[in-house]
C-alpha cells in the first residue's frame, strides 16, 4: 500500500466509523479544528489513562495537577512565549502558498533554480535566483517569495468588559498617528488587556512548583505531570491530527539536582521510547534523535525527539529535552518569589556546610497526545486477504481499543439475547468496556468490529443454552476457542489486561 493512501484510508475510517469528525462541519468545517466522535474519544482517553497510569499512579516520584487553560500573562512574559514564540511567514508569490520560512527547503542563495509557474504542471518552466533567506517554497519550488513576517503562534483574547480597541479610540488622537505607531499602539493595548490560550501545558508545573512540592513534600528528584488542551495558531496545518491549532499534549517536569539533568536525560528519553513500544506492532518505528547543536532551544543543554516512521516519513511525536534552570530562575526574576529547593541532607558545594538551597534542573518529556492517537492508528491499520476474501482490522493493544469486547447472539431469539446482555453486565461489574450487537449477519458484525479495533468477539448460540459456553473470536488471528460463561470474563480479563 502506497504510504498516501494509508493516510486517506485512515482519514476515512476515523469519520466512518467514528473516531474523528472535522470540526462545525455541517457549516463547512473549521480548518485545522477536530472532534473525536464516540469510538475517538474512547480511544483517546484509554491512550491518556496509560500514560498517567506510568507516569503518575506507578511511580513514588510523581504527582499530577490540572492547571486552568488561561493564566496570567505574565506567565508568558517570563516564559519568553511573548517574545519568542513566533514564527517566520513568507508568501509564495508564484503559487501563493503560504509556509513558515524555518520549515521551508534550504538551498543556497544565488542558487539558479527551476519551477512552474503559477504552480502548475502545465505552467511555463522558469529560472530564478534563490533569495538572501536561502530557501524555496515547498509547493513549487519558486525562489519569488514575500519578505518575512513574523508571526504569533499563541492565540489571543480578552478577559473582562473593557473593549481595548475602544479604550485606544477614546484615549488617543489617532489621527495624528502613522500607521506604524497606530499600530503599535492597538498592539500595546491589546497586549496589555489579553490573556493567551497556553500554547504548551509546561509552563503551569513550573508556576506552580513550590505549590506542589510543599503540598505534596515531594524530595527533588521529583516530577509533576499534566495533560491537557494547548493551542498555538500554527502557519501550517498538516497531516490530519498531526498538526492542528487546537491539540492535547501530555507533559511532565521532572525536578532535578543541577549536574545531574545529563543521566536523567538519558532515564527519561529510554522510559518513553519504551512506552511507545510497549503498544505498538512495530517498535522498530520508533527511534530516539538527538538534537544537533543548532536545533537546540537556546535555554537547553541538550534534547532528544522520538521519531516515528509516518506514512509520509520519520518526523517528531516526542520531544524531550533538558530545559536546565531556565523556567524556574526566569518565573523567580518576573513574580520575585523564590522558586528553589532546600536539600537538608547536602551541604552546600561552595560553603561546605550542610543544606544546600538551588533552582533544580528540569528534563521535559513533551508529548501530544492526539498527534498520538495518529501514531497508533498508523500502528495499527491492516488490510490482509484470508482464503481469498479481503479484510481491515485495526490491530489496536487492547488497553487502547475502544471496546475490549463485542458481545453477539448469533440470533434475536432462542433466549440468545437475553444471555447476551447477562453477559454483558457480568463484563461491565468488571470495568470492561464492552458493546453489544444484534443486528445484520455475524459476518458483518465481525468485520465491523476488526475495523473498530475491538480484539475479541464473543458469540451466544443455540448451543450455549445446552452446554454453558461461548465462542471467542480473535481479531486479529481470527482464531475461535470456546469457554465456559462462567469463565469467559476472567478468561478475557486476564487477556486484556496482561
Ligand atoms: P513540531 O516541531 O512538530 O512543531 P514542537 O517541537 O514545536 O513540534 P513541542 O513544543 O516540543 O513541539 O511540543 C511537544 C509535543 O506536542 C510535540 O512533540 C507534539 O507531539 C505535540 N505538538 C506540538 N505542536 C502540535 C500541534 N500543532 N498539533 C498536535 N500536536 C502538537
Redesign the pocket.
Known amino acids: 500500500m502506497q504510504p498516501i493512501d494509508i493516510m486517506g484510508k485512515i482519514v476515512s475510517l476515523c469519520k466512518r466509523r467514528g473516531f474523528v469528525f472535522q470540526s462545525s462541519e455541517i457549516y463547512g468545517g473549521l480548518k485545522?479544528c477536530y472532534d473525536y466522535g464516540p469510538l475517538g474519544v474512547e480511544l483517546k482517553r484509554n491512550i491518556a489513562q496509560q500514560w498517567w497510569r506510568s507516569m503518575v499512579h506507578q511511580r513514588d516520584d510523581m504527582v499530577g495537577i490540572d492547571a486552568s487553560i488561561m493564566m496570567h500573562s505574565k506567565v508568558w512574559e517570563a516564559s519568553g512565549h511573548l517574545q519568542n514564540f513566533v514564527d517566520p511567514l513568507v508568501d509564495c508569490l508564484n503559487c501563493q502558498n503560504r509556509f513558515r520560512a524555518d520549515?521551508a527547503p534550504k538551498i543556497a542563495s544565488e542558487t539558479m533554480v527551476e519551477f512552474r509557474k503559477g504552480g502548475k504542471a502545465s505552467g511555463e518552466k522558469l529560472t530564478a535566483p534563490v533569495g538572501e533567506g536561502g530557501y524555496v517554497c515547498p509547493q513549487c519550488n519558486s525562489p519569488l517569495l514575500s519578505p518575512e513576517r513574523m508571526f504569533r503562534g499563541m492565540f489571543r483574547t480578552v478577559m473582562g468588559p473593557i473593549d481595548p480597541l475602544q479604550e485606544v479610540m477614546e484615549t488617543l488622537d489617532v489621527e495624528k498617528l502613522s500607521r506604524k505607531e497606530l499600530y503599535k499602539e492597538i498592539d500595546e493595548a491589546l497586549t496589555r488587556a489579553s490573556v493567551f490560550l497556553r500554547?504548551?501545558t509546561a509552563q503551569a508545573m513550573f508556576v506552580q512548583f513550590l505549590n506542589v512540592q510543599q503540598t505534596a513534600s515531594m524530595k527533588v528528584p521529583f516530577g509533576i505531570a499534566q495533560q491537557g488542551k494547548?493551542f498555538?495558531n500554527?502557519i501550517i496545518?498538516e497531516h490530519f491530527?498531526?498538526?492542528?491549532?487546537?491539540?492535547?499534549?501530555m507533559?511532565m517536569e521532572f525536578f532535578c539536582e543541577p549536574g545531574t539533568q545529563k543521566e536523567w536525560l538519558a532515564y527519561w528519553a529510554e522510559e518513553r521510547l519504551a512506552w511507545h513500544r510497549q503498544f505498538s506492532n512495530s517498535p522498530e518505528k520508533y527511534r530516539l534523535r538527538q538534537h544537533t547543536g543548532k536545533e537546540l532551544a537556546h535555554y537547553s543543554d541538550d534534547c532528544y525527539?522520538?521519531e516515528f516512521l509516518y506514512p509520509w516519513g520519520w518526523?517528531?511525536?516526542?520531544?524531550i529535552?533538558s530545559r536546565t534552570d531556565y523556567d524556574l530562575k526566569k518565573h523567580a526574576a518576573h513574580s520575585g518569589v523564590k522558586l528553589s529547593y532546600l536539600d537538608q541532607q547536602k551541604p552546600d558545594p561552595e560553603t561546605g556546610k550542610l543544606g544546600w538551597r538551588y533552582t533544580p534542573y528540569v528534563v521535559?518529556p513533551?508529548?501530544?497526545?492526539?498527534?498520538?492517537f495518529l501514531s497508533i492508528m498508523v500502528d495499527a491499520y491492516r488490510e490482509e486477504t484470508v482464503e481469498g476474501k479481503e479484510r481491515m482490522y485495526l490491530k489496536l493493544h487492547p488497553r487502547l481499543a475502544p471496546y475490549k469486547v463485542a458481545v453477539l447472539p448469533l440470533v434475536k431469539k432462542d433466549g440468545q439475547p437475553e444471555m447476551a446482555k447477562k453477559l454483558v453486565q457480568a463484563f461491565r461489574s468488571r470495568d470492561i468496556h464492552v458493546t453489544y450487537e444484534e443486528q445484520q449477519s455475524i459476518g458483518k458484525r465481525y468485520a465491523k468490529q476488526d475495523e473498530i479495533g475491538t480484539p475479541f468477539c464473543v458469540t451466544i448460540d443455540s448451543d450455549s443454552s445446552q452446554d454453558g459456553c461461548v465462542t471467542i473470536r480473535d481479531r486479529d488471528t481470527c482464531q475461535q476457542e470456546r469457554v465456559s460463561m462462567e469463565k469467559v470474563v476472567e478468561h478475557l480479563q486476564q487477556k486484556i489486561y496482561r
Not at 315 to 319: A, F, H, I, K, R
Not at 366 to 372: Q, V, Y
Open positions: 485545522s520549515k500554547p504548551e494547548s498555538r500554527e496545518v491530527i498531526f498538526r492542528s491549532c487546537e491539540f492535547e499534549q507533559e525527539d522520538i518526523d517528531e511525536l516526542e520531544g529535552a521535559e513533551a508529548l501530544g497526545l492526539t498527534r498520538t
